[in-house]
């Protein structure tokens, strides 16, 4: 295949990324992780796997940097994973120091890709991202919003009843427990769910798409969530590389939307081959706004805490 995508970290939201993205055919695969032989084991049997998924993207496992260059899109998952009773901001400075040591070597081999960070605190390692690629803005785009967004549907229609397919979500705000749902932009078939849910049923599912992270972790007893997260970067990776322009929420580096300067913040952008092609900047009431700066706040303080 002519498109080659790096995922770092071949852990669990690595590997079920890269498994997505080669069952779906979208590019060749490389999966580095500093552990030796995982990479290899897992990108060894992905590939294995191909000829029943009828796939013909290579998979490569790897501990060499080399491997991954001139990648299109580099998807940054290694890191520590979130433990019961641990929040994501404990991961901040064990996480920054390893976020800072892959990018410095991604970069150095894949010069114009795009980076898609997902490790923990999400917010902040995008900056640590941004400052130390030097990326320009539209090449660092975190994943975030999709995954909240999604909760928040499969809530929405099993509360409804309905086909998670024509429902939406909207999550704004960064990717903690300040997230911001939006029930008055989330719908079903186009219907806003205002019109369909009582308030205590809404307040009920916005509940638990801030808690979502957490009722996963509490649940699996060690580790945190990875089949969702693998899903949303493949879709974050499909519609770069496929330019379908499509509206995402993700994290994207703020300057003076929203009201928001120089942060990571999760906001609705439109994904295509050039990464963040467009904010989309909504209208939002003033409870809204106040709410999304609140989120934007508890971002800042954690990239006070790191310096980035
Ligand atoms: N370089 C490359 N890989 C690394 C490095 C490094 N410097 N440090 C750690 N890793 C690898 C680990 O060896 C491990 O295989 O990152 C992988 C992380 O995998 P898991 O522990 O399974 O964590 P996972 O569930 O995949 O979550 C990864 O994504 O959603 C977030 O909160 C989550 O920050 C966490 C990240």
Redesign the pocket.
């Given at each position: 295949m002519n498109r080659k995508v790096t995922v770092?970290?071949?852990?669990?939201?690595?590997a079920t990324a890269a498994r997505g993205i080669a069952m779906k055919e979208l590019a060749d695969v490389v999966l580095?992780?500093?552990?030796e032989g995982?990479p290899q084991g897992k990108g060894l049997d992905m590939l294995e796997a191909n000829p029943v998924e009828g796939s013909d993207a290579c998979v490569l496992g790897t501990n060499d940097y080399a491997d991954t260059a001139n990648s299109d899109i580099v998807v940054i998952?290694?890191?520590?994973?979130?433990k019961p009773g641990m929040s994501?901001d404990d991961?901040l400075l064990k996480?920054k120091n390893?976020i800072k040591?892959?990018t410095e070597n991604v970069v150095k081999h894949s010069p114009n890709c795009i980076l898609i960070p997902?490790?923990?605190p999400l917010d902040a390692m995008c900056q640590v991202v941004y400052r130390v690629s030097g990326f320009p803005r539209e090449r660092v785009v975190g994943m975030a919003g999709i995954l909240d967004s999604a909760r928040m549907r499969a809530f929405i229609a099993m509360e409804l009843g309905v086909s998670v397919e024509n429902t939406h979500a909207f999550v704004l705000g960064g990717h903690g427990d300040t997230m911001v749902p939006l029930p008055r932009y989330s719908t079903v078939a186009g219907i806003p769910i205002t019109e369909l849910m009582d308030t205590a049923t809404i307040e009920a599912v916005v509940k638990r798409t801030a808690g979502g992270g957490g009722e996963i972790v509490k649940l699996l007893g060690s580790?945190?969530?990875?089949y969702a997260?693998g899903s949303a970067v493949v879709e974050m990776v499909e519609a770069i590389l496929k330019d379908k322009k499509k509206i995402l929420p993700c994290a994207t580096f703020l300057q003076g939307e929203y009201g928001i300067e120089g942060l990571f913040v999760g906001v609705p952008v439109k994904l295509g081959a050039r990464g963040v092609e467009e904010i989309i900047q909504i209208e939002l009431t003033a409870d809204e706004q106040a709410a999304l700066q609140k989120s934007a706040d508890a971002v800042k303080e954690l990239v006070d805490i790191i310096k980035v």
């Open positions: 770092i970290g071949s852990g669990n939201v690595g580095l992780d500093i552990l995982i998952t290694a890191g520590l994973a979130r994501r991961l996480n390893i040591d892959v997902v490790t923990n580790g945190s969530a990875y997260p």
